[in-house]
């Protein structure tokens, strides 16, 4: 064997070790607690109660991440629609499996699910980032769901750091603690204490000075999102359950009208929800509201424009969601 070869073996044997020894030290604390996740945990826990406390159907359940959390009134919209609502979004972050593996199970026949969805959850196809891949590593049940492609994402791209805080596990003195948690929940699952006076005023700057959002390079039909909302919709209206999709709010930036990418995803987006089967009311260029909206990032109200986002809602929605459904549901059938 010429010393070339030879060197080419030894790379490839070292190589194929060490993926070996990295593959085995991000398995070998999968399933461990991370204080990363701990929030986002314990908030999905207390809305999980607040929605079994809601009692028996008809019920509204809201399904989106922390835009939502911050933008929904639940209890104007249960006042107005006259059955319970449960706010069980938190934080689009983890990802559409995540969210839809939370909140399919509580959705009983009957049920109004609102689906405020921010646009990467339609447009997600494999993306791997932070939030998801520390919540994956705490919660690998979700592995045989996830496509290929992150799986790989998140298996090389897993920072050693938080690998080794797995083994390490959460500190005994850990509290969840700021703005996100259970603590500012009210009994609905609403933010609370996000009035304009309590803004940070440079964490406000920063979501302002944030460039412009690039969804428009992903917004295609072929995006696995898409197909994953489908299912889900079809899964709870097999159970008797209605999903309405609606734009979530969102800070306007000039290059959501200027660029064509951009222009071309909120101004289709609704025709292509309906392609893909899902009831989707509304033009989510209607929902890009001013920059003194928001709170501390580009998709926080503050707590006083939560009241104009939810109008808005049941203005789309109409005096009663039930028949909202109803429409939908025939006009279904008709296409059938």
Known sequence: ???????????????????????????????????DNVWVEQAYEKKIQAASRAGASPRILIV???????????????????MPATNLAVNAGIGPHFIIDYAQPLVEAGDIVLAPLEYPLYTYNGEVNHVLLSFLLSHPHMVPRLPVVALGKAM??????????????????????????????DANGDQINSELARRDSSLHRAAVAKKAEEYGADFTAEASGW??????????QDRGACVIFVPPPM?????????????RLYRDLPA??????????GDPREFLYPQDWFFDTNYHLV???RA?????????????????CADFELGREKMH
């Open 251 to 263: 800070m306007f930036k000039p290059e959501y009208a200027g660029r064509e990418r951009e222009r």
């Open 227 to 236: 197909q994953l909302w489908r299912n889900f919709a079809r899964t709870l």
């Open 156 to 185: 090389w791209s897993a920072p050693l750091k938080r690998v080794l805080e797995g083994y390490m596990g959460i500190p005994e003195d850990f509290r969840v603690a700021g703005l996100y948690g259970p603590h500012n929940l």
């Open 1 to 35: 064997m010429s010393e070339n070869k030879r060197f080419a073996l030894g790379l490839g044997l070292g190589l194929a070790l060490a993926a070996g020894l990295w593959l085995a030290l991000v398995v070998g604390q999968l399933g461990k607690p991370h204080a």
């Open 272 to 281: 292509t929800a309906r392609q893909y089967g899902l009831h989707y009311l």
């Open 303 to 305: 707590a006083e424009k």
């Open 64 to 82: 989106a991440g922390s835009a939502a959390m911050f933008g929904v009134d639940s209890g104007a919209l249960s006042e107005a629609w006259g």
């Open 308 to 324: 104009v986002y939810t109008r808005a809602l049941l203005a789309l929605v109409g005096g009663n969601p039930l028949n909202k």
